[in-house]
């Protein structure tokens, strides 16, 4: 088993023995980041079922597709639209991707 894996079910496991009284809110932001997240999986993004995201990362350049689009949303934020929440939304959904990509890159190497 992967040093990932074993993190991952090790997170899995704390989360089931205690509840976490979050200082910041991460709980409840969690929740919206997860409901903002499904949202793009319904909305014009998605065409058949597939994002373009998907073609970016299948021909190797999701990483800079993923930390490009991180630095957009991080610069907007209090620019183009006030401070939009859902410019921070992205830049975290866009981080998640990129994990995504790195894991995908680390296990291909393996």
């Given at each position: 088993?992967?040093?990932?894996?074993?993190?991952?079910?090790?997170?899995?496991?704390?989360?089931?023995?205690?509840?976490?009284?979050?200082?910041?809110?991460?709980?409840?932001?969690?929740?919206?980041?997860?409901?903002?997240?499904?949202?793009?999986?319904?909305?014009?993004?998605?065409?058949?079922?597939?994002?373009?995201?998907?073609?970016?990362?299948?021909?190797?350049?999701?990483?800079?597709?993923?930390?490009?689009?991180?630095?957009?949303?991080?610069?907007?934020?209090?620019?183009?639209?006030?401070?939009?929440?859902?410019?921070?939304?992205?830049?975290?959904?866009?981080?998640?991707?990129?994990?995504?990509?790195?894991d995908r890159s680390e296990n291909e190497t393996k």
């Amino acid at each position: 088993m992967t040093l990932r894996r074993l993190n991952r079910k090790k997170i899995r496991e704390m989360a089931k023995l205690e509840d976490i009284d979050y200082k910041y809110g991460e709980g409840q932001i969690l929740e919206e980041l997860k409901t903002y997240i499904d949202s793009t999986y319904d909305s014009h993004y998605s065409q058949n079922k597939f994002q373009a995201t998907e073609f970016i990362m299948d021909s190797g350049h999701g990483e800079g597709f993923c930390i490009g689009n991180i630095m957009k949303y991080a610069q907007r934020y209090g620019k183009k639209n006030g401070y939009d929440r859902s410019d921070l939304l992205k830049v975290v959904h866009y981080g998640i991707m990129a994990l995504h990509n790195h894991d995908r890159s680390e296990n291909e190497t393996k």
